[in-house]
């Protein structure tokens, strides 16, 4: 389902991957995120992706209630998970409804690992 509004002047539709793209780059500016992950299911490993690849780490639904997020991250060595999630769903929360006009019903945050900073 997409992202849909009406308006006085006509009726806005979103993509899933709009939304992905947008919280997903709202997610990597919080701090504590080194950056988005996406899991392999074929051999289990995790990939730090790349700014441009930043959507294949969200996972966006869109449902009549509001917007669902599932965020996959990866996180620096020796930051507080639990501060950088509640950061993360606060951020991203208020930048995704700011940016649709809809509401976001739940944010899951998936930590798929944690990298040393130089």
């Known amino acids: 389902m997409k992202g849909h509004m009406n ?3 006509g009726e806005i539709l ?3 991957e709009v939304i992905a793209k947008y919280a997903g780059s709202a997610a990597v500016e919080c701090f504590g995120v080194v ?3 996406y899991v392999s299911m074929k051999d289990g490993l995790v990939k ?3 700014r441009d690849s930043i959507s294949q780490g969200v ?3 869109i449902e009549e209630s509001g917007i669902s997020v599932a965020l996959h991250i990866i996180v620096a060595y020796g ?3 639990s501060a950088v999630a509640d950061n993360l769903i606060s951020n991203v929360k208020y930048k995704v409804e700011e940016f649709t006009g809809m509401k976001v019903e739940k944010i899951n945050v998936f930590v798929e ?3 040393v900073m130089d």
């Open 7 to 9: 308006t006085q002047l």
């Open 113 to 115: 690992g944690v990298r």
């Open 79 to 81: 930051v507080s998970i």
């Open 35 to 37: 950056g988005m992950a």
């Open 59 to 61: 996972n966006v639904v």
């Open 48 to 50: 730090l992706l790349k």
């Open 14 to 16: 979103i993509e899933n």
